[in-house]
């Protein structure tokens, strides 16, 4: 089983129950070798806004994968960090985008030239709505046709995450746990307690051969 960080806008009822749905959806099709760790679960909204962000650095570098919905005419700004963060630690990753309009300033990915070209990194586009009127199309009353909806991109998303963990690490053996200090140091969390677990994320990454 692999954990998957699961980035994404979480700010409004659609993308809460939209984040949830297709996380449980990823666990089904993959037979629960994929789970999705949303932040919307995990966010503690009384905590202060440092400690929010702590946490949420700290998850993502514990996980195995991450997921970033690049969703919108504008990405997320606290997605985008996200998959900065994950570059530095050379987490496998992948973009995921199921809106079907254009953005950004290139003709390959529908967003900012400066998002991609990473390596170990992954993207699949789908065009959502689409899918959700093949669905409708068969005769499916609106809600199934949006969990059918849902299903696709799941199985898509699955099969990309099953091939961008294959991808074998970039992180030189020497640099490694250098890196991995410099992650502990630089975005100035409140709690040294976060440093240990940004350790103990390396070691048990290198147990898992996911880094050299």
């Keep these: 089983m692999s954990l998957v960080y699961f980035a994404g806008e979480l700010f409004s009822s659609k993308h809460l129950v939209g984040n949830a749905a297709l996380a449980d959806a990823i666990a089904k099709v993959s037979d629960l070798d994929f789970t999705c760790i949303l932040p919307q679960t995990i966010e503690d909204r009384e905590a202060s806004a440092h400690d929010i962000r702590d946490k949420d650095i700290v998850t993502l570098i514990g996980c195995d994968l991450a997921l970033f919905n690049f969703d919108g005419p504008e990405l997320d700004s606290g997605t985008v960090t996200e998959f900065m963060f994950a570059k530095f630690a050379d987490i496998p990753s992948l973009l995921l985008r199921t809106d079907f309009r254009r953005a950004g300033d290139q003709g390959e990915d529908p967003w900012n030239l400066m998002m991609s070209f990473y390596p170990r990194t992954r993207t699949l586009c789908l065009n959502s709505l689409e899918l959700y009127k093949e669905a409708l199309s068969t005769g499916m009353p609106p809600g199934q046709a949006g969990q059918c909806m849902i299903e696709q991109v799941a199985r898509a998303a699955a099969q990309e ?40 994320a390396f070691a048990q990454k290198k147990a898992d051969r996911l880094l050299p």
């Design 161 to 200: 995450l099953d091939l961008v963990r294959q991808m074998p690490p970039i992180i030189p053996h020497e640099l490694s746990e250098s890196v991995f200090r410099w992650l502990c140091k630089m975005p100035g969390f409140r709690s040294g307690e976060n440093c240990d677990k940004i350790m103990a």
